[in-house]
């Protein structure tokens, strides 16, 4: 999944690593020493409710560094 876009955005520096747990809680964790933090949000099926799911939520809550958020394509 990362691949097309490593390729296409070559010049953006990106980390991963894989960890156990809480998505909302690992992502907070990372973002103490991130410069940015990119979430995905969900799709919009009905016109009306949350769009923002839990870990999003959380991180935009909580992550010292700023926070994107972007919608799933």
Request: hydrophobic share 45%; proline share 5%.
């Given at each position: 999944m990362r691949s097309p876009?490593?390729?296409r955005y070559a010049g953006v520096e990106v980390e991963a690593e894989t960890v156990?747990?809480?998505s909302a809680y690992q992502l907070v964790?990372?973002?103490q020493t991130a410069r940015l933090?990119?979430?995905g949000r969900r799709s919009r099926?009905?016109?009306l409710g949350p769009h923002?799911?839990?870990t999003a939520h959380a991180v935009?809550?909580?992550s010292p560094a700023p926070v994107a958020v972007v919608p799933l394509t």
């Open positions: 876009w490593r390729k156990v747990g809480s964790e990372a973002s933090v990119i979430v099926t009905v016109p923002l799911g839990h935009i809550h909580h």
